[in-house]
């Protein structure tokens, strides 16, 4: 079984009882709900990758941060008829403050890869098999308990 490793940053927009996730495509957790976010470029500082990637796959500028965890999760997938152990590392930030809209569609293209758009959800009504694991993981450090 091949070993890979992921880092990622990601951020948590939260407004009452709600979060941003987006539309994942692709790769592990297609057909969930994911947190905004992805893999750290060369050269670049988490605090980057986090406007980056918000921008890409959530059309929002980030004004306002701030470190919320560092974690990790084990997950096991097929990867081009290969199964495949996944080590996916991940930096989340609280998104405290941003500039324009969520943006609900989104297109793939060079630039976004993997997210069809973002929007808000009340998170008392998600179900653990939406999300990916490592957004679950997040959530309930936020102190909610999501329904099987």
Partial sequence: MRQ????????????????????????PYDGKLDLPGGTIEFGETPDETLIRELNEEVG???????????????????????????????????????????????????VNDDSMGAKFYEINKLKKKQLSSIANLEVKKLGYKLKD
């Avoid at 890979?4 to 939260?14: A, C, E, T």
């Avoid at 919320?68 to 081009?80: L, P, Q, V």
């Avoid at 941003?98 to 060079?110: A, G, K, L, M, P």
């Fill in 4 to 27: 890979v490793k992921h880092l990622g940053v990601y951020g948590l927009i939260l407004k009452d009882s709600e979060i941003v996730l987006i539309k994942k495509v692709g790769g």
């Fill in 60 to 110: 929002i500028n980030v004004t306002n941060y701030e470190l919320f965890d560092a974690n990790s999760i084990f997950i096991e997938w097929e990867h081009k008829n290969e199964l495949e152990k996944l080590h996916h590392i991940g930096i989340f930030y609280k998104v405290l403050d941003y500039d324009n809209e969520i943006v609900e569609n989104i297109s793939i293209d060079e």
